[in-house]
């Protein structure tokens, strides 16, 4: 898949065929939906540019129109120009389209041909330095604390827990969709002092990039309470906090990876203005 986990940060979901049977179930969607194949030899065919990109045809399957849905690339405003729900009126009135054709504003196709920057992306992330730091009690305050300005999942784990070990790649993978954005992960390892190079060893065999912290006490009870009081203390545990400290959202257990995203979504939004 061409599609790069850095262009995916207005997304709960990729764009691959078993994604879409995804979003699809999600949405309801009765519609049909074409899977190309590798080759891409039918949408190379219809000449897109940019996605979203409409052809409509009629019933003798002549092309109609080609073109935008409508002028207004954020979802969240109203548009003015209807161009595709224009000439989809027209051809069931009988009429002929007045606009057949517009220019499209979007990402560009991502066509297998393009797979090559998504391992550049990938080797580029698995080249970052990974590291674990020291954190006692004042430091773990201040990172519940949130002064960043941004979203801040927490995920406290440890290296001798089956389900941490499990889920811990997701999130490193929504570092990279979302860490461009309003969003942060920062993981919290319960492990203990003694266990700092096995901690090591685990986050970078992950390749996780991103702000790792050991906690350094061995008493978790005061960790516990300070993390999250309704926080019964088993492992992993996982919150979203919002600038500011506020919890927003929290599971004990493994989660449920797409369930995290759209919590997620709900928070940072899902077009570009929505960043600050």
Known sequence: ?????????YSDLGDSFEEMKIRAKDKKLTIPYLYDGDKQEIANAYGPTSTPHVF????????????????????????????????????????????????TFGCSIKWASKVEWRTKLDNDWKNKPVEVTEADMKSIKEILANKSGKYRLINLWATWCGPCVIEFPEFVTMQRMYGARDF???????????????????????????????YTSDDKYPLIEAVDKNWPGALPYTLLVAPGGEI?????????????????????????????
């Open 1 to 9: 898949m061409a599609v790069c986990l850095e262009e995916l940060g």
């Open 56 to 103: 409509i045809f009629d019933t003798q399957r002549k092309l109609r129109f080609c073109g935008r849905i409508d002028e207004m690339e954020n979802p969240y405003e109203k548009a003015a120009q209807h161009d595709t729900r224009n000439a989809i009126v027209a051809l069931l009135e009988g009429k002929p389209v007045s606009v057949e054709t517009t220019k």
């Open 184 to 214: 942060e992960f920062v993981s919290i390892s319960t492990d203990g002092l003694k266990k700092k190079d096995k901690v090591l060893e685990f986050l970078k065999d992950k390749n996780a990039a991103t702000k790792n912290y050991l």
């Open 248 to 276: 927003v959202y929290s599971h004990q257990g493994i989660i449920d990876v797409l369930e995290v995203r759209k919590e997620i979504m709900k928070k940072i939004g899902r077009f570009f203005a929505d960043d600050k």
